[in-house]
């Protein structure tokens, strides 16, 4: 049997955090100091926390990674950021595909997959996010709208080194809702199967991480999931001491 993937446990602080809130990496940075843990751990913080967070984070666990790059390398994006400048400020990873994304900015699996590409180009790890809305859950189209989303947002070249599933149905962000362990296990078991169609057996190691209103009460039961190898963190990342409670599912 293939060995898995190793897990990743990353925070997404969206917009949200000001310099004061680096001390959260400080702390998180230092406690990890003291851990064995048998996952990666990463922040996305604001792209204007970027350059200080990696400055606070150097030298220990915490990795750093963007919430979100245009696929341009450079030119008239007036208030977009690059691949390479996120790069550039000392992220290794990058979030595409978000939901919010997709439904606030109208991002289409093309526009994912091409956002992936440049983040690939520029030796960023892309995390991409594939997720259906409560309404497809409820009309049982979870399955599908994987597999569409999962064809559409994976680039060419994507590989298990530079590329990242993170399953977050819509319906569960920041709202307290979770699927049941079985479910979970039952969408990110058909997305090792469909990154099997598209990249061989590569796929055994690409990370699948869930996320959707993860905590340090159910991460434990979460991680448990077959094909789950870590979790994607929002408002539970913004507080230290909650998200070291999620790293704890990989004490
Ligand atoms: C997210 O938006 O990526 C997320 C998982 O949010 P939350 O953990 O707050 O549900």
Not at 100 to 128: F, Q, S, Y
Not at 221 to 235: D, F, K, Q, T, Y
Request: with cysteine; net charge positive; proline share 3%.
């Amino acid at each position: 049997m293939a060995k898995s993937p190793k897990a990743l446990v990353a925070g997404n602080w969206k917009m949200n955090g000001t310099r004061a809130s680096l001390k959260e990496i400080r702390t998180l940075a230092s406690k990890l100091n003291d851990k064995k843990v048998k996952c990666n751990v990463m922040i996305c913080p604001p792209a204007t926390l970027l350059c200080e967070a990696k400055e606070v984070a150097k030298g220990s666990k915490v990795k750093l990674g963007g919430q979100d790059c245009h696929a341009a390398e450079s030119g008239a994006h007036t208030g977009h950021i690059s691949a390479g400048m996120l790069k550039n400020a000392g992220a290794s990873a990058v979030i595409v595909g978000h939901s919010e994304r997709r439904a606030d900015d109208g991002e289409t699996d093309k526009d994912v997959a091409a956002k992936a590409a440049a983040a690939h180009a520029n030796k960023l790890t892309a995390i991409i996010c594939v997720g259906e809305t409560l309404a497809q859950y409820e009309n049982k189209e979870t399955l599908r709208v994987i597999t569409a989303q999962i064809k559409g947002s994976l680039p060419e070249g994507a590989t298990a080194k530079n590329t990242i599933i993170a399953y977050e149905p819509v319906w569960a962000i920041g709202s307290g809702l979770t699927p049941t362990v079985k479910e979970v296990a039952k969408v990110h078991t058909h997305i090792r199967k469909r990154l099997n169609a598209a990249l061989g057996d590569e796929a055994d190691q690409v990370a699948i991480l869930y996320g959707g209103s993860v905590k340090p009460a159910n991460a434990q039961e979460l991680m448990s999931a077959a094909n789950v190898n870590g979790a994607l963190v929002g408002g539970a990342s913004l507080k230290a001491t909650d998200f070291l409670g999620i790293i704890a599912a990989y004490e």
